[in-house]
């Protein structure tokens, strides 16, 4: 008897709500084992829409958003 036979055998002993369980731990198992598209670097992404951030960009709006903030005399 194949283990996919002894498998399906011993499914169908159990409860409903065990079996659920069961597809739910089969289904988490075979996310494991399918291959993630490598990541993407968010510059990758926006390489087609022609956004272009400079490091000046990045710090204008660091000033911007921080720049305001009360600041505790040490």
Same mark, same amino acid.
């Given at each position: 008897m194949s283990i996919e036979q002894q498998v399906l055998e011993k499914l169908k002993l159990l409860p409903l709500e065990k079996q659920q369980e069961v597809l739910d731990f089969v289904e988490f198992l075979?996310? +494991? /084992? /399918? =291959? +993630? %598209?490598? =990541?993407?670097s968010l +510059? *990758?992404?926006? $390489?087609?829409? *022609? /956004? %272009? #951030?400079?490091? @000046?960009? #990045? $710090?204008? /709006? =660091?000033? @911007?958003?921080? *720049?305001?903030?009360? =600041?505790?005399?040490?």
């Open positions: 075979q996310q +494991k /084992v /399918v =291959r +993630k %598209h490598p =990541r993407q +510059k *990758g992404l926006w $390489a087609d829409l *022609g /956004v %272009h #951030i400079t490091e @000046e960009d #990045i $710090a204008e /709006v =660091r000033c @911007e958003m921080w *720049g305001n903030l009360p =600041r505790e005399d040490i």
